[in-house]
């Protein structure tokens, strides 16, 4: 197999806790500039217009090493309780946080205060932290799904972990009292709407007690939407009609999708959030 050439650097950043455009957060933590896990889809490969970097995404990563000493400083000057979320545009457990740990050291940060956090991840090197996690005031790991079946999950997000390894760090995160969730997103077209697949998703978060599944559609930037067709047409070719019918009746789809989704979560007896 051919060796991943990832570009690795270490970068000295003036900010960490970011105020966030998302509704529900107030601040963000991105310990990273990048992301290794490389998924097809990712919003998040705007943030190269920030960065200078001209490599692919996916084929980068800085590490923020003085993201704790900052966060530090700006967590003295924060004043009332926020909602903090880890990871909107990278992710926090990425592979290189095994070396580095500065999502770790972010957390021990927080321990003494009572923020409500939240992080998302793909990967099961957040079972590491359990110790930290269980002593924070208010955590919830969310872990997203895309794709069940594996094959396809090497096409879309080549270098994270499985379905089946998040739900098994979900069932160890929950087993240990720590609040977790699902989060499908993106939903894509034929891989993850089907029933059968939407049915095995919430079995699956229901057998690991998360406390909900929560849902996003593919959001047709240019640039991503650019990216998924070249893919498709690559790889499946079969879906291009499929895909580009997403692409002109999204509010037909979705609203099909919505009752779809509802419908499928009552039967399985569990809480779904659909934010599209
Ligand atoms: S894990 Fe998230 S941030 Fe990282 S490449 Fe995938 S979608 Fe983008």
Request: net charge positive; charged share 30%.
């Amino acid at each position: 197999m051919k060796r991943r050439q990832l570009l690795v650097n270490e970068v000295k950043c003036k900010s960490i806790l970011n105020k966030s455009g998302i509704p529900v957060i107030d601040y963000a933590i991105n310990p990273y500039y990048g992301c290794a896990h490389k998924c097809q889809y990712c919003y998040a490969v705007f943030m190269k217009k920030f960065t200078g970097h001209t490599e692919p995404w996916g084929d980068f990563v800085d590490a923020k090493i003085n993201a704790p000493e900052v966060l530090e400083r700006q967590l003295k000057r924060l004043k009332k309780p926020s909602r903090i979320s880890f990871g909107t545009v990278c992710d926090p457990y990425q592979p290189l946080e095994l070396k580095y740990k500065i999502t770790r050291e972010c957390l021990e940060k927080l321990l003494i205060y009572r923020h409500k956090l939240s992080i998302l991840t793909k990967s099961t090197i957040v079972v590491r932290d359990i110790d930290i996690l269980q002593k924070l005031h208010k955590i919830k790991v969310s872990f997203t799904i895309t794709v069940v079946d594996d094959r396809v999950r090497r096409i879309f997000e080549p270098h994270a972990p499985s379905a089946e390894k998040r739900f098994k760090g979900m069932r160890t995160l929950s087993h240990a009292g720590i609040s977790t969730s699902v989060f499908v997103a993106p939903v894509l077209p034929y891989f993850t709407d089907s029933d059968d697949t939407l049915n095995e998703i919430f079995r699956y978060s229901r057998l690991c007690n998360a406390q909900y599944v929560m849902f996003d559609t593919l959001n047709p930037y240019p640039k991503v939407w650019r990216n998924m067709k070249r893919l498709i047409k690559a790889q499946f070719p079969a879906l291009q009609e499929q895909y580009d019918y997403y692409y002109s009746n999204r509010k037909m789809y979705t609203v099909r999708l919505r009752r779809r989704i509802a419908e499928i979560a009552k039967k399985h007896k569990m809480e779904c959030k659909i934010v599209f």
